[in-house]
């Protein structure tokens, strides 16, 4: 069976072996589906010297994530990430023969900070775009996300009580599990629905 990559990475703080990074990719992957992920060289430097350091420029975790897909097929490849991993995705998406971009927790804005706006490229990006979203993410609240001039290829989907891992309050209605899982399925139906479009697009 052909199957669909993608290539997912991690956030700031925690690598491609955190609990989020190993569960999501778990619920994502399928038979038709195939789920990579990598770590950013700062994170790769963290693990050997064990000291943790800043993630490095915007410039270089581009670079990185590029270099990443070149040792991978383009056909029916997916690229994004957690939070600052989707981020870059972003921000590379345009420039590459991409089959789409999904994002874990947009950093709209840095937490407390909602005026350093991280925004300005997403009013123009072309690729299909997928964000999922927790409606307590103090990166980007929905109240606020409803006010920036987005792409109208960009789909966010909320998840009702999601923090900025999409993780529900104990009293929420949707578990953090079952939060998880509904992300995953979001997921997973992007990637398929664009799949098939790409594969139609071929044979035209």
């Not at 800043?54 to 897909?69: N, V």
Request: net charge positive; hydrophobic share 35%.
């Amino acid at each position: 069976m052909s199957k669909a990559t993608f290539l997912f990475a991690h956030g700031a703080g925690a690598d491609s072996q955190s609990d989020f990074m190993l569960q999501m990719t778990g619920l994502i992957q399928a038979d038709d589906i195939e789920v990579i992920r990598f770590d950013f060289p700062y994170m790769l430097k963290r693990k050997q010297t064990g000291k943790k350091s800043p993630p490095d420029r915007m410039p270089k975790l581009e670079l990185a994530f590029m270099e990443q897909i070149k040792s991978l097929s383009t056909k029916r490849l997916f690229i994004g990430g957690k939070s600052m991993g989707g981020r870059v995705a972003t921000l590379i998406a345009d420039k590459l023969p991409v089959a789409g971009v999904i994002c874990f927790g947009y950093p709209f804005h840095p937490p407390a900070k909602p005026d350093k706006l991280r925004t300005e490229h997403l009013q123009h990006l072309q690729k299909p775009t997928l964000i999922i979203q927790g409606t307590r993410d103090t990166f980007g609240k929905p109240q606020e996300v409803a006010s920036y001039q987005l792409s109208k290829s960009i789909d966010i989907r909320w998840i009702e009580d999601g923090n900025h891992s999409l993780e529900t309050l104990k009293r929420s209605t949707l578990t953090s599990q079952a939060a998880w899982q509904l992300s995953a399925q979001y997921a997973q139906d992007f990637i398929r629905a664009r799949a098939k479009l790409c594969k139609s697009s071929q044979k035209d």
